[in-house]
């Protein structure tokens, strides 16, 4: 995320919200928002299933 945010010239909190969708609580103009998607699909970006996975506490799978 500090190299998105770096290559799209805003701040890692402005980056965490536009890819986690959390946008409604924060004013975010939509010319901001296409600069991050942009810079994390120059990027590669892929969100780190194990760190969301300790966030959340939810692993979304069963066991048999």
């Known amino acids: ?3 998105i945010a770096r290559q799209a010239g805003v701040s890692r909190t402005t980056v965490s ?3 986690n969708n959390h946008t409604s609580s ?3 103009p ?3 928002k296409a600069r991050i998607v942009e810079a994390a ?3 590669s970006y892929r ?3 194990a760190a969301k996975v ?3 506490q939810q692993t979304h ?4």
């Open 1 to 3: 995320m500090a190299d």
């Open 30 to 32: 939509a010319e901001t």
């Open 17 to 19: 919200f536009v890819l």
């Open 41 to 43: 699909k120059s990027l």
């Open 61 to 64: 799978t069963i066991g048999l």
């Open 54 to 56: 300790l966030h959340t």
């Open 47 to 49: 969100p780190n299933l």
């Open 26 to 28: 924060a004013n975010i």
